[in-house]
């Protein structure tokens, strides 16, 4: 394990610095998976604190701080996929793939908050209109919540542009329900975008990997997915399976409530998507 990014200007440092130094030298690997919130916590300093000695050792910013410190810690096959080694088989490749997704997705059941759950469902159920939003692996998930809510007639749309769910937030109001997804929580487009719908008045929701994460702060209701990715990816996999088993209880749960006007929609939507098949 090389550290000397580190190391060599330690003597640099504000003594509070010193505190997060200190504590990544100690538990680098375990580093690379927390949270800019719980870094902060473990070091016993300001997550302000945290960012200024990752920009003292030359980085933009704690997520380019981790990625760097990853590539010396782990692996470089690591950062394709976590469970995956060199030389892989594709029979071994094929199972650990699909392991890491079950995993993920048994995790998520275990650790999901099932009455956060409810009240986010009655929350969707009474919504005027849906808003969700995400970027980069977490757009696909969004387009699917919005897909799966829009065919059975319910007000919704979906952005994977940060500047058009901007927009998009600050238009809404009481009523209204802003849906975010991100895997580290920590993307600033989408922190912003939901500050900004706050403001306006819409209820907000997060599903995030980190429950510690900035997203999680500002948002009103979080529902945490639960994956065994490493915190410095910017592409989950595993956890983007998850997300989208989120989605199909929250889609149900919703239909549910909505039972006869969801049923009917479908009937529509139905007849109509069926002219267009042999």
């Known amino acids: 394990m090389r550290l000397d990014f580190i190391t060599d200007r330690y003597g640099k440092l504000r003594i509070s610095e010193l505190k997060v130094g200190d504590y990544v030298l100690e538990h680098a690997e375990d580093v690379i998976h927390q949270s800019l919130s719980e870094v902060a916590e473990q070091a016993e300093v300001s997550e302000p604190t945290v960012i200024r000695f990752c920009r003292a050792l030359g980085f933009k910013g704690f997520q380019d701080f ?65 808003v969700f939003h995400g970027f980069g692996g977490s757009a696909v998930v969004a387009m699917d919540a919005y897909h799966k ?62 429950a510690k994460s900035p997203l999680s702060k500002v948002a009103g209701r979080v529902l945490r997915v639960a994956s065994a990715e490493t915190g410095y990816r910017f592409e989950p996999t595993a956890s983007r399976i998850a997300q989208l088993c989120v989605i199909d209880v929250l889609a149900v749960g919703v239909s549910l409530l909505r039972r006869d006007e969801v049923i009917a929609n479908l009937n529509r939507t139905r007849r109509a998507v069926a002219r267009m098949r042999y």
Not at 184 to 189: A, F, I, K, P, W
Request: hydrophobic share 50%; net charge negative.
């Open 66 to 130: 981790k990625i760097h410190l990853a590539q010396n810690v782990i692996p470089s096959v690591k950062s394709i996929h976590e469970a995956v080694s060199e030389g892989e088989q594709v029979p071994e490749l094929v199972q650990k793939v699909f392991d890491s997704n079950v995993a993920a997705v048994r995790s998520t059941l275990g650790t999901l908050d099932f009455q956060a759950v409810e009240r986010v469902v009655e929350e969707l159920a009474r919504a005027k209109r849906i």
């Open 149 to 210: 809510f829009f065919r059975v007639g319910i007000p919704c749309n979906w952005y994977d542009d940060g500047h058009m769910a901007l927009m998009a937030a600050a238009m809404m109001g009481p009523g209204d329900v802003f849906v975010a997804i991100s895997h580290s929580g920590s993307s600033r487009d989408v922190v912003q975008a939901v500050e900004v719908a706050k403001a306006a008045g819409a209820s907000t929701l997060a599903i995030v990997s980190y």
